[in-house]
């Protein structure tokens, strides 16, 4: 990936979707979706962004203002939300130190997109179902 061998896209899905230690080693070859949007650093990601830093790390909020979620009105995890922790967790471990919406052959909105589609779209309406309870 380093030497540009290996272009990564949008559409090639990273390993920390995936629930797992060390993250995608649950990945199922036979049902992708099983695992998927679970992965540790995701679901910290999350927490850090539309609750507070120190409720990422679970144990008790050290919040000293409102969280993202309450300012927004949010009162339910849809598609969007995972998509931009998702969308925060590449970034973060790019090589990037200030944003862009491409990194080389990838494309951040692209991805996003994608994340959106794989949700909202995908062909099993009970594991989109789960998914979104899971998350609420």
Request: proline fraction near 4%; aromatic fraction near 14%; include cysteine.
């Amino acid at each position: 990936i380093q030497c540009g061998k290996i272009k990564v896209t949008a559409f090639a899905l990273p390993a920390f979707l995936w629930a797992g230690d060390p993250p995608g080693t649950d990945y199922n070859d036979n049902n992708m979706f099983e695992g998927m949007f679970e992965g540790y650093l995701l679901e910290r990601t999350m927490r850090h962004i539309f609750t507070s830093p120190s409720s990422a790390y679970g144990g008790e909020t050290r919040a000293t203002r409102t969280c993202n979620a309450a300012l927004h009105d949010m009162t339910t995890v849809e598609a969007a939300h995972i998509a931009y922790g998702c969308l925060q967790v590449r970034f973060s471990i790019s090589a990037k130190n200030a944003w862009s919406e491409i990194d080389g052959a990838f494309n951040y909105r692209e991805f996003y997109n994608n994340i959106i589609d794989l949700i909202e779209d995908s062909p099993d309406p009970e594991w989109k179902e789960e998914l979104l309870k899971a998350w609420n």
